[in-house]
């Protein structure tokens, strides 16, 4: 168990619709990263919050947004879900934002019908 | 811009047999590197890590790791391996510059160990 947690673990709906993911980190990790994991594009980076503020974007869609709240925890709203959103999406966490040992989640499975 | 190449897709091992992952990074800067494990329908565990210092680091499992900056390359060994190290192996990378940590994964190498 690596301390972060995710919710929900499974998650199935239509396209079209909006979901929200969420994280909470590690006791006294400051920064969280989403990751999203397919069989097409296999892991890949979409945003980092380190306490409460954006510090790095990656593969990230427009219909996608996240935000960390002052408690730490963070959403990831994932919106106009398309087919292609499918996959399994990644929490982690780490104490700064400049050290890069990563703890992860053990994942949401998002299904898109 | 960062990248890691795993160059096995799959490697089939019998049980007690040695083992070798390969992972090649491409960096303009200096990297962070890691090696995580991926049971079934689990997340990513952290397996071992190479930041600083020696460039030989272990896990506690009984894997290996070494750095060779030279050949930009950090291959995961384990000398004897057990059914129970049936998982996906990824490497990542991650550069020392500013405060963004981003990690950049390989494409996975799913150990397979049969009896």
């Known amino acids: 168990d690596s301390g972060v947690t995710q919710t929900p673990k499974h998650l199935i709906t239509a396209t079209g619709q909006r979901v929200t993911l969420r994280c909470s980190p590690r006791?006294?990790?400051?920064?969280v990263y989403w990751y999203q994991q397919s069989l097409d594009q296999g892991l890949q980076f979409l945003i980092q919050y380190y306490n409460g503020e954006e510090r790095a974007k990656g593969n990230i869609l427009e219909r996608f947004s996240a935000q960390q709240f002052p408690d730490l925890h963070s959403e990831l709203n994932l919106s106009s879900l398309e087919l292609g959103d499918s996959a399994l999406y990644f929490c982690?966490?780490?104490?700064?934002?400049?050290?890069?040992?990563?703890?992860f989640g053990p994942g949401t499975r998002l299904t898109v019908l | 811009a960062q990248s890691v190449t795993q160059l096995d897709s799959q490697v089939p091992v019998f049980e007690e047999a040695p083992v070798e992952l390969r992972c090649n990074y491409s960096?303009?800067?200096?990297?962070?590197l890691f090696w995580y494990v991926q049971y079934p329908n689990q997340g990513l565990q952290l397996l071992l890590k190479y930041l600083s210092g020696s460039t030989l680091v272990e896990s506690i499992n009984g894997f290996e790791a070494e750095f060779n900056k030279s050949q930009t390359s950090f291959h995961l060994r384990k000398p004897s391996v057990h059914i129970s190290d049936t998982a996906e192996y990824f490497c990542a990378v991650s550069d020392l510059t500013g405060t963004a940590s981003k990690l950049t994964f390989g494409t996975g190498t799913r150990l397979q160990v049969t009896l």
């Open positions: 960096s303009s800067v200096s990297v962070y």
């Open positions: 006791s006294g990790d400051l920064s």
């Open positions: 982690a966490s780490s104490v700064l934002a400049g050290r890069n040992e990563q703890f």
